[in-house]
């Protein structure tokens, strides 16, 4: 874990002498404090060391070779030179700021904690920032792993400066890093005592510990019994990845000023950020909500709806649907919001299989959505009724749908009934083209396997496809076996097509490639030929190559002229490593 410099303000050696820098005298072009500088920006560091040594050998005391030497040197891993360089500057000017803090830095590297003593004093005198001039000191031994003078220099300052708690922050860090975890969370605490600002840095820092030392932290932290305690372990438990039981923790421990618990808030939702496990969705929602609850007008509305979103993200539509609810009541929300609100609402009650709720609610909206989204979400609540079973409502809901979705729901609700003439009616005039590339490849399947079924009417094939809308491919998979049983040669060879790639969808590869052998029939040339490169495919899963290329050889042979020829060429160049990785 790298050195991490104190939060309150670290004040960078740079802006200290910005002023002094300006005293300098003007460097000539083409002296070597300008060679060694631009030597230093190309990452030439020798050279840059070489010549910035001879730019202090004219001026010891040149603030700006003395801080270029000071940057220059421990990337070479000479920092022991700077010693010499500082003990030549103090002779010229002792009082300089500049050189007062390159000259604390230089003696704490080589481990000159005398000099360092007494060059910090002697740069206190000069400074009201005292803190900052023993953190320079306490980071420079950090950096040479000198945790010993480290722990000197805190100590130090704390009794220079006559706070037993100052730089706490720096403390913490420092006994993490020896390993007492115990001692770092006590320095944490007072830190954060001090300004809650510093939760931040101690979750970024104590967020480290490994699983083996969490339970160190956590023991620390119920021990310690304060708010402020539980409070750290909340955000430290998001960080870790309970998202719940932190947020909990959080809440518990919600600060009574509003403007401080927002401020806590919103670092737990900064350590939610990007995460979209259910969980860290559950408590980036609960969060939400605590958040409006601490807020106001329009900052309120978007909240609750945001908190809705994430509720429903994870599968939790009551609480989605609560939100919701209160967002599209509210009288001071804007109109559009209430209306998003309400087509989200919408969404969660067809989501929870509710369409009766959902219709109810679309005909409330009434003219505050357009014509487009009234359609968009009747059609979704008709599908929502054909998955309960309610057919005669589902196409009730869109009768007068004359868009091409319509027609194509209308289509499906039609064969879900059985009704394969005026299904097949309906999905022509869908026409084969749709904006959803999906839909209009499912709207031609289902054509091809109405043209060729054979019967006007078949209850049990709608059966079959009304469970794959529901999502149960495995009973979806059963139905069309059976049914296929019942169909011309033509009809038969697509509904096991279809069975088969279903089977597949589920890893039932046995069955699969059952179904697709006995859809590979002269009868239907086309669908033999898409069974066939199913098969081949399934083989080369499989591990099977040998067989996977006699078929494919065999495919290319007998159906020449099928459209799944170029892609059966394909695979052949594939399993002879002419194309690489499967690439095209």
């Not at 009616?425 to 043209?451: F, H, I, K, M």
């Amino acid at each position: 874990m790298g050195w991490v410099p104190g939060i309150a303000g670290v004040v960078l050696v740079g802006a200290l002498c910005a002023p002094l820098l300006a005293q300098q005298p003007a460097t000539a072009p083409g002296d070597s404090l300008s060679k060694g500088l631009q030597a230093e920006r190309r990452g030439y560091f020798a050279d840059a060391a070489r010549l910035l040594d001879a730019a202090l050998a004219q001026r010891p005391a040149d603030l700006a070779a003395l801080m270029a030497l000071d940057r220059v040197l421990p990337s070479l891993n000479r920092r022991a030179e700077m010693v010499p360089a500082v003990v030549r500057a103090l002779a010229v000017d002792s009082t300089n700021i500049g050189i007062l803090s390159v000259a604390v830095r230089a003696f704490a590297s080589a481990g000159m904690v005398d000099s360092a003593k007494k060059y910090s004093r002697r740069w206190t005198a000069v400074t009201p920032d005292t803190e900052n001039v023993y953190r320079e000191w306490v980071m420079a031994a950090m950096d040479v792993r000198d945790h010993a003078q480290a722990k000197a220099a805190l100590e130090f300052a704390r009794r220079e400066m006559h706070r037993p708690a100052a730089m706490a922050p720096e403390y913490a860090q420092l006994l993490q890093e020896e390993g007492d975890l115990n001692g770092s969370v006590r320095e944490w605490m007072t830190a954060i005592h001090e300004s809650p600002g510093y939760r931040n840095p101690a979750v970024m820092l104590l967020g480290q510990a490994t699983v083996v030392q969490r339970p160190v932290i956590r023991e620390a932290l119920t021990r310690e019994g304060s708010p402020e305690s539980r409070r750290l372990l909340g955000l430290l438990q998001v960080h870790w990845g309970e998202s719940v039981a932190g947020t909990a923790m959080v809440r518990s421990a919600l600060p009574p000023g509003k403007d401080d618990a927002l401020t806590l808030l919103r670092l737990v939702l900064e350590e939610l950020r990007g995460r979209d496990d259910r969980s860290a969705l559950l408590a980036r929602a609960t969060v939400l909500e605590l958040v409006a609850e601490r807020q106001a007008g329009r900052d309120v509305i978007k909240s609750r709806m945001d908190a809705a979103r994430a509720y429903a993200d994870a599968g939790a539509e009551k609480d989605a649907r609560r939100l919701l609810a209160q967002v599209a009541a509210d009288s001071g929300a804007p109109a559009g919001m209430a209306t998003t609100a309400s087509s989200t609402l919408l969404g969660v009650l067809i989501a929870e299989g509710k369409p009766a709720e959902a219709e109810k609610m679309l005909a409330d909206l009434g003219s505050a959505l357009d014509l487009d989204e009234r359609d968009h979400q009747a059609r979704r609540i008709a599908m929502a009724w054909a998955r309960l079973g309610n057919l005669d409502r589902a196409q009730a809901v869109v009768a007068n749908d004359s868009s091409i979705a319509g027609y194509d729901l209308r289509g499906r609700l039609r064969l879900f009934a059985g009704d394969l003439v005026g299904a097949g009616q309906l999905l022509q005039a869908a026409g084969p083209y749709d904006e959803e590339r999906e839909t209009a490849v499912e709207r031609v399947t289902l054509l091809v396997l109405l043209q060729s079924a054979g019967p006007d009417s078949l209850p049990q094939l709608g059966s079959a496809l009304l469970a794959l809308e529901r999502g149960d491919s495995a009973t979806a998979v059963a139905g069309l076996t059976q049914v296929a049983e019942k169909l011309k040669p033509t009809g038969a060879a697509e509904a096991r097509l279809l069975a088969g790639r279903l089977a597949l969808s589920i890893r039932d590869t046995a069955r699969a490639a059952r179904l697709l052998q006995a859809a590979d029939v002269a009868e239907a040339p086309a669908t033999a030929a898409a069974a066939r490169l199913d098969l081949i495919r399934l083989a080369m899963v499989t591990g099977k190559t040998a067989e996977a290329e006699k078929l494919l050889e065999q495919l290319i042979l007998d159906y020449p002229e099928s459209a799944v020829i170029p892609e059966a060429r394909r695979l052949r160049d594939q399993l002879r490593g002419g194309v690489p990785g499967g690439g095209r």
